[in-house]
């Protein structure tokens, strides 16, 4: 059974930093591709940060600079450091895996933030 576990998120002012854990369970921890994404209302999930096996990171091009992707493979959790918040990144956040061997992804159940200004 595949589980992920979103935490960290919260209510911070414009400015502010928050980091987000992802906890795995049930996974080969750092084969497969994983990611943060988000979904505000009203707007389609969008692509915030992906991890690959190698380590090679990709971000959206507007959290570019200000946020980090970045996993413990020994606690199997990944991790989204965010700074320079912004009240546009309001929204709830979604860990991912994509195992491509399957073609699937997995989903966490999200974690609220919200961003005031």
């Known amino acids: 059974q595949v589980q992920l576990v979103e935490s960290g998120g919260g209510l911070v002012q414009a400015g502010g930093s928050l980091r987000l854990s992802c906890a795995a369970s049930g996974i080969t921890f750092g084969r497969d591709v994983m990611g943060w994404y988000r979904q505000a209302p009203g707007k389609q999930r969008e692509l915030v940060a992906t991890?690959?096996?190698?380590?090679?990171?990709n971000y959206g091009d507007s959290v570019k600079g200000r946020f980090t992707i970045s996993r413990d493979n020994a606690k199997k959790t990944l991790f989204l450091q965010m700074n320079s918040l912004k009240p546009e990144d309001t929204a709830v956040y979604y860990c991912n895996v994509y195992f491509q061997s399957r073609a699937i992804n997995v989903w966490g159940q999200g974690t609220q933030v919200t961003v005031s200004s």
């Open positions: 991890i690959n096996s190698a380590g090679m990171t």
